[in-house]
């Protein structure tokens, strides 16, 4: 059968698994618009407002199902907006491919409109960079483009395609089926040795992380950590991935590290490390484990041989897959039961804070969310001080999913929790964004309005950007500089994109207010008032302020 290439690249997606796609059209890839039009129910094209959303879309599909998040942009400043998504799902460990029109092939080289070497410029961005110049090869690179973005450590790869490759007529067959690939396994004596360093240890600790994970490779993970107690530390925004309500787990290495985890990792003698990247923010700016030699006797365990002694040499070192590896664990014992006891006490006494300052106490609001939300809930958030509320002051159970970039890229939550209905649309979806954060993307409200899928937003107004304005208060104390906000009627705006909204200006009217929301049918924006007081748990901006004037005034 002939067909163009724009039509065998989307009946190969299809065959590889791929149901749901995200972009914003442009000209250089209209044989694909096209090979769409009839996929509807077998391939749906979800139209956003800007590349940047559209690719944290499918950076987040991919970290929430698995399987790659597909992403359609135009080229240059298509792709050019769009690489804030890629650049997220690398950090993320996110499987995703980005699909991007291209000059023809007879104008490669020249500068042509809105012509871009994308191997160079995504090179050290994504996981591998491709551009299709034989249209028969299609379905080959195609299907190493999905096998990548899968295996190993996942992460997005980029494939460029010429707009001649897309109209140029082919009898290449479509690829039949997704390539059946089995995690790399442990050996036998990979396994004894990791095992007896554990038991010889006095105060263990199990650091893990990562995507990959099957539900039945977590619970290996938790059944092994539970029968040896062995207190259990979740990666930079990885809480999700073991069940907070378990006894072993004792907290998350990430940004703001509470004392007790900067501790229990410190003075860990034996770390088990399981698909962890080790990123600055879980070890603390690369503080808590020696470089490049720990103090602690590591066990680094991970998917992608690449990743191993990358950053810190182990004493063990085992390329296996996660839930292969937690599959042939068998429980160890040791006199450790006060050690883990301990940091689960202090982790319990993390969701403890003093009253906030100003209208609504997110406080008392967290704490109203972790015991009304539903087991199967998916929070997302962007990036700002806000993000303490979802990250640091909600339990994850087993069903529960947290959409958060470790890139620490604003703009990312409303995108994840519009991919998230789109991927599970009868699922509770709570979109957790700063005021700043919002308005990175707030345009993804008429994505989510005409795609259906309308998530719950709370927007954290306190009117400025919180995080950059803690750390002017820490360095240039009373010296505001850009970093106060005048904000749009977020009620009003919600209300011009279909959903229904409402202000809350007092703690004791959120409870009712969300209630609302969950019964909208249109999903629902709540504009919280949130006092710039209020800019951490358990310091204001006040205190901070004060405290680095005092300290400006000591060295004085």
């Known amino acids: 059968m002939v067909r163009n290439g724009g039509h065998l690249l989307v009946e190969c997606l299809i065959a590889l698994g791929a149901t749901k796609s995200f972009g914003v059209p442009g000209e250089s890839y209209l044989a694909v618009l096209d090979a769409l039009h009839d996929t509807h129910g077998k391939l749906d094209y979800v139209l956003c407002r800007n590349e940047g959303g559209a690719a944290f879309m499918a950076s987040a599909y991919g970290k929430l199902t698995g399987s790659p998040g597909i992403c359609f942009v135009t080229r240059g400043p298509g792709v050019t907006n769009a690489s804030i998504g890629v650049h997220t799902a690398m950090q993320d460990s996110s499987p995703m491919i980005l699909f991007v029109g291209q000059v023809g092939t007879d104008m490669k080289g020249r500068e042509a409109f809105q012509e871009i070497d994308y191997r160079a ?328 309005m005409q795609a259906g899928a309308q998530p719950i937003v709370l927007i954290i107004n306190n009117g400025i950007y919180g995080t950059i304005r803690a750390h002017q208060e820490r360095n240039y104390p009373a010296r505001v500089s850009g970093t106060s906000l005048e904000n749009p009627d977020f009620v009003t705006l919600a209300k011009a994109y279909g959903f229904h909204a409402e202000r809350v200006e007092a703690t004791q009217d959120f409870a009712a207010a969300f209630e609302r929301a969950l019964k909208s049918a249109t999903g629902a924006v709540l504009d919280i008032a949130i006092s710039p007081e209020a800019l951490t748990p358990r310091q204001t901006l006040s205190q901070m302020r004060d405290a680095a004037l005092a300290s400006q005034k000591a060295k004085a």
């Open 121 to 448: 410029v995504y090179g050290t961005v994504a996981k591998w960079a491709v551009e299709i110049d034989d249209v028969a090869r299609l379905p080959e690179i195609v299907a190493r483009a999905w096998t990548t973005a899968l295996t190993g450590r996942p992460g997005p790869v980029v494939v460029a395609l010429p707009e001649d490759m897309l109209t140029t007529l082919t009898e290449a067959a479509p690829l039949s089926g997704p390539a059946s690939i089995f995690e790399a396994a442990p050996s036998q004596d990979a396994i004894a040795s990791a095992l007896e360093m554990l038991a010889s240890a006095e105060r263990p600790v199990l650091l893990m992380g990562g995507a990959n994970w099957t539900a039945d490779g977590i619970a290996a993970l938790q059944a092994f950590a539970e029968a040896s107690d062995i207190p259990v530390v979740a990666a930079f925004r990885y809480q999700d991935q073991f069940d907070n309500h378990s006894p072993v787990f004792v907290g998350e290495a990430g940004v703001g590290m509470v004392a007790h985890v900067k501790k229990l990792v410190g003075d860990a003698d034996v770390i088990l490390a399981v698909n962890v990247r080790f990123g600055e923010m879980t070890t603390d700016g690369y503080t808590l484990l020696s470089v490049p030699v720990p103090r602690q006797k590591l066990i680094h365990v991970h998917g992608s041989d690449r990743e191993i002694g990358k950053i810190y040499v182990p004493t063990i070192g085992i390329h296996a897959g996660p839930n292969a590896f937690a599959k042939a664990l068998t429980s160890v014992k040791g006199g450790w039961a006060d050690w883990r006891a301990e940091a689960r006490k202090a982790y319990e006494g993390t969701f403890a804070a003093p009253v906030q300052p100003g209208p609504v106490d997110m406080v008392a609001v967290s704490a109203w969310l972790r015991e009304t939300l539903p087991a199967d809930v998916i929070l997302t958030n962007g990036a700002g001080n806000f993000t303490v509320w979802p990250n640091k002051f909600f339990k994850f159970g087993p069903q529960a999913r947290l959409l958060a970039p470790q890139s620490g890229a604003m703009g990312y939550g409303l995108p994840a929790a519009v991919a998230a209905k789109v991927a599970y649309p009868q699922r509770t979806v709570v979109c957790f964004a700063g005021d700043g954060d919002f308005q990175m993307n707030c345009q993804e409200l008429g994505t989510a």
